[in-house]
C-alpha cells in the first residue's frame, strides 16, 4: 500500500474545503434567519458582521468592502471570487484538489464534487440575492451531504479514506470553535439573568449554525440555556460537530494510520492530548477558567494538529 | 489523382470480404433506428466517461470528446499474424538501432545511415553514449502507425517511439462495444484487448535494475493540464502503479525515490510520458518544472529505469524512417516483413530532381515536423503554392522527405447519411520487455470522419473505431 504524499495532502484538504463550504452555507443560515427576525426579537445588522467574524474573513470583507449589507456580506460569502472562503471559492479549490487526483477517488465522490462545481457556475453566472439565499444555501449543504456520503459509501477504508475524514474532521472542530469564538459572550453566566426572547434567539441560532437545535432538546430535554449549548458544542460526543465527537474521530483515524503504517509521531500524541483534555473537564471548569480562552486555546491546538499531520505525512 | 481505394469490407468491388461477412450479415438485418440508437446511447456512454475523466485545462477542452465510430474495423487473424510479425521486427530493429547509435554506430561505419542524421538530429541524446540499458530495451513502447493499400499490402507510415499515446481508446472503445453489441461478440470470436495493461506492467517489470525483487514502478506525468492527462490517470489506475508528478519524486544517492505518506520509497522503473527536454532540469532544460533534478544521474548509475529511454525520438524521425527497410536487414539479416512507403530523401540530387519534377503528385513532409506542418499536399496544392514549396525545397532539402500520395483502405463507417467507407489507419501498440515481445491483438484505429478525406488526425475531424481481430 502506497499513497503519495501529494495525493494525500490534496484528498486532505479537498475534504476540508468541501466541509468550508458547508460551515459557510450554514453560518449564513444562522445570520439570514436572525436578521429577518424583528428588532426586539433581536433582529440585529450585527448578526452579517458576526457572519462575516465567524467565516474568519473580517479582514478580507474590509478590504473588499466599505460598508456591511446584507447584500454584500451575501455576496461576499456566497459567490466573490476574492473571498478564499467563499462557498464558490471553497468548492472550486475542492475540484482542482480532486481533479488532480482522480485516480484516488472513486467515481461517485469524482461526480459529486464536479456536479456541485457545475451547479455552483450557474449561481456564480446568475448571482446570489437575499430572496434567492434560502435556495443557494439548501444546494451548497447538500454539496457538503452528497460528498461525504458517497466517500462514506464507496471508499475503500485505506489510508486515503482516512485522510479525508481527517481533512473533514479537523476543518469541522476550527468551525465550530470559531462559532465559539465569536458568540461566547452570549453565552457567559451573567447574561443568563438578562434573560428574555432576544438571548433566546441568539442561542438558537448558534445551535443552528451547526444544525443542532434539535439534537439539543433530543439530548437535554430543557430549554436552551447558554450552559448547555456551549456543554453541546464543546463537550458532548454524540453531537457529530462537538469539539469532542471531531476528536474522537480524528483520534480513530489517526490509530487506524498509526497502525496500518507500524509507526506513530506527533500527530497521534497532540490528538490523543486534546481529546483527554475534553474528556476530562466539565463545563463548569471551562466556565471557571474562562470560556473564551478555553476557545483560543482549542483554536491553537487544532491548528497545531493540522501543522503535525502535515509535516508527518503530508510533505 | 488518387488511385481508387481499397475497401476493408467490400474488396476492389468483388463483394464481400470473409472477415466481414458475419459483421456485414448484422449490419443488413439491423434496422436503420437499432443502430441510430446505438449511436446515441454510445455518445451518452462517452460524455459520462467524458466527464469522469477526460478533465483537460479548461471548459472547452473538457468538451472535446474524440468521435466513435460504432461500426468495429475488422481484420482477419491470417493478415494479423503476418502485420504481428511485421511489427516484433520492426521495432527489434528500432531497438537495435538505438543501441547502435548510442553504442558503436555500426550502421554509420557501414555506410547504411549517414552520420548527421543521427548526430544532427533534435533527439540525438549525448548523454545516452555507452550508456548500457536493462536487456538493452529502448523503446519499450511503440506505437506503429500503418495503412493498408490491399488485401497484403500494409505500409509503415510512421515509427512512434518516444511516448506514444491512444491505447486507452483502444480499451475504451472496446469496452464500449461490449456494452453496446454483446451480441455481436456471441457472433464470431473476437480477440480480447483487456490484457493490455498486464501485458504492459510485466513489460516494465522485466527490465527493472534490480533482480529478485519487488520492483516499484511508477507513471510520471506532466500533470493534470496535459492533454493526454486523461489517458495517463487511466493507464495508471488499469496498472495499479503511483501516477507521479516531477515533484513526487526526488534523487537522493543517485537512486530515485517517491515521497509517500510512510516516507520515500524506492522507485525502479518510471513509465515517463514527459518529453526528454523536461526530465531532469539539471541535464536538459533548466527551466524545467515538471521534471526531477538528478534523474539523469541516477539513470546513468543504473539504479533506475525509464521507458521509454531517453534519446529514442532519432529513431522516430522521418529521415530515419526512410532507412528503415535498410536497418531491417543490417541488424536483423532478414528481408523487412512490412513495407515503408516509398520515400523520397529530398537530401539526395536525384531524389530532389525527381520530387521537383513530380511535387503534383507528392506529399512533401518535413523530416522532424509532425502533426501536419510544413508539409505539401501537391495534388490539393494550386501551382503558386507548390512554386513557393520548390523554393523552400531547393534552399533545404536535406530537410525534407516526400511520398507518393496512398490510396489509404476504407471501411464502413456510420454518417449522417447511412453507412458510407471512410478511410481508416491504425496504431497498434508493440511492448518489449527484456523477456519478450508482447503485442495485443488490436489497436487503434483513426477514421477520417469526412468524405474523401485521408486526415484521421483527431484535431481534424478524425474519429475513432474498435478494431477486431478475429480468431483464425
Known sequence: MTLLSRTADNLFWMARYMERADSVARILDAAYRLSSLPTAYGGLTSEWDSAIATAGCTAAYAAAHE???????????????????????????????????????????????????????????????LADLPRFLAFAKEAALRFDGSAHRTMLRTDAFWFTCLGLCTERADNTARILDVKYHVLLPDHARVGGGLDYYQWASILRSVSALTSYRWVYRDSVKPWLVADLLILKEDMPRSLAACYRS???????????????????????????????????????????????????QNNELGAAIAEQYLS | MTPRAFDEMGGFGEGCRPCYAALKRWLDEAPA???????????LLFRRIGITFAVYGEQAAQERLIPFDIIPRVIAGNEWRKLSHGLEQRVKALNALLKDVYGHREIVRAGVVPEELILCNPYFRPEMAQLRLAGDIYVAIAGIDVVRVDADTFYVLEDNARTPSGVSYMLENREAMIRLFPELFSRQSIAPVDGYPDELLATLHSIAPRRGEESCVVLLTPGPYNSAYYEHS?????????????????????????????????????????????????????????????????????????????????????????????????????????????????????????????????????????????????????????????????????????????????????????????????????????????????????????????????SQGGGTKDTWILGE
Not at chain 1, 250 to 277: C, F, K, P
Not at chain 2, 33 to 43: G, I, P, S, T, V
Not at chain 2, 268 to 287: C, G, H, K, T
Open chain 2, 234 to 458: 487511466f493507464l495508471a489506475d488499469k496498472l495499479g502503479v503511483e501516477l507521479v508528478e516531477g515533484r513526487d519524486l526526488f534523487v537522493r544517492d543517485e537512486t530515485v525515490f517517491m515521497r509517500t505518506t510512510q516516507g520515500p520509497k524506492r522507485v525502479d522503473v518510471i513509465y515517463s510520458r514527459i518529453d526528454d527536454d523536461f526530465l531532469d532540469p539539471l541535464a536538459f532544460r533548466p527551466d524545467s518544472v515538471l521534471g526531477v533534478p538528478g534523474l539523469m544521474l541516477a539513470y546513468r548509475a543504473g539504479n533506475v529505469s525509464l521507458a521509454n529511454a531517453v534519446g529514442t525520438g532519432v529513431a522516430d524521425d522521418k529521415a530515419i524512417y526512410s532507412y528503415m527497410p535498410e536497418i531491417v536487414r543490417f541488424y536483423l539479416g532478414e528481408e523487412p516483413i512490412l513495407q515503408n512507403v516509398p520515400t523520397w530523401r529530398c537530401r539526395e540530387p536525384e531524389a530532389l530532381a525527381y520530387v521537383l519534377d513530380h511535387l503534383g503528385d507528392l506529399v512533401v513532409k518535413e523530416v522532424n515536423g509532425s502533426g501536419g506542418y510544413g508539409m505539401l499536399v501537391g495534388p490539393a496544392a494550386d501551382a503558386a503554392t507548390r512554386r513557393l514549396f520548390a523554393e523552400k525545397l531547393k534552399r533545404r532539402p536535406d530537410n525534407f522527405i516526400a511520398q507518393p500520395t496512398l490510396a489509404l483502405s476504407t471501411c464502413p463507417t456510420f454518417v449522417g447519411s447511412g453507412i458510407a467507407p471512410r478511410h481508416v489507419d491504425l496504431r497498434p501498440f508493440v511492448l518489449t520487455g527484456a523477456d519478450k515481445v508482447r503485442i495485443v491483438p488490436g489497436g487503434l484505429t483513426r477514421v477520417a470522419l469526412v468524405e474523401g478525406s485521408l486526415v484521421v488526425n483527431s
Open chain 1, 67 to 129: 460598508k456591511v449589507t446584507p447584500e454584500a456580506v451575501v455576496h461576499f460569502l456566497a459567490v466573490s471570487p476574492e473571498n478564499p472562503s467563499s462557498i464558490r471559492r471553497c468548492l472550486e479549490i475542492a475540484r482542482a484538489n480532486a481533479r488532480a487526483e482522480r485516480t484516488a477517488l472513486t467515481i461517485e465522490m469524482w461526480e459529486a464534487i464536479n456536479d456541485s462545481y457545475l451547479t455552483m457556475q450557474g449561481w456564480v453566472d446568475r448571482g446570489v440575492s
Open chain 1, 250 to 300: 480524528i483520534n480513530g483515524y489517526l490509530d487506524e494510520l498509526s497502525t496500518a503504517y507500524g509507526w506513530q509521531g506527533n500527530s497521534q500524541r497532540l490528538a490523543r492530548s486534546v481529546h483527554m483534555r475534553l474528556g476530562n473537564t466539565s463545563i463548569e471548569t471551562i466556565f471557571q477558567s474562562g470560556l473564551h480562552e478555553f476557545v483560543e486555546s482549542f483554536l491553537a
Open chain 2, 33 to 43: 433506428e437499432l443502430l441510430d440508437q446505438r449511436r446515441k446511447e454510445a455518445e
